[in-house]
């Protein structure tokens, strides 16, 4: 079963790829919806990421910085904004 946050991740990052956001590189993008189609996300996974098309290292680095720059930029409030 998928957990919720990694819905709402992939939910967003596919309207990225979409709205070409400056927030979230292509690869990053791409590599999160990859691991989610492939069972990355779902309890337990169903892959790792060495069954995925990149590098474990790599893919994980992606991983990272796509979600961490998702929750950044689209659930932290700023209290600068305010």
Do not use: W
């Not at 956001?21 to 989610?36: D, G, M, N, T």
């Not at 790792?48 to 998702?70: E, F, I, P, Y």
Request: charged share 25%.
């Amino acid at each position: 079963m998928l957990n919720a946050a990694a819905t709402v991740v992939i939910g967003v990052c596919r309207q990225i790829l979409y709205s070409k956001s400056p927030f979230i590189s292509e690869r990053q993008c791409k590599a999160l919806v990859e691991a989610y189609e492939h069972g990355y996300y779902t309890i337990p996974r169903e892959i790792d990421g060495s069954n995925l098309a990149t590098s474990h290292q790599v893919l994980g680095k992606r991983l990272r910085r796509g979600v961490s720059n998702l929750i950044e930029n689209t659930l932290v409030v700023d209290d600068e904004a305010k």
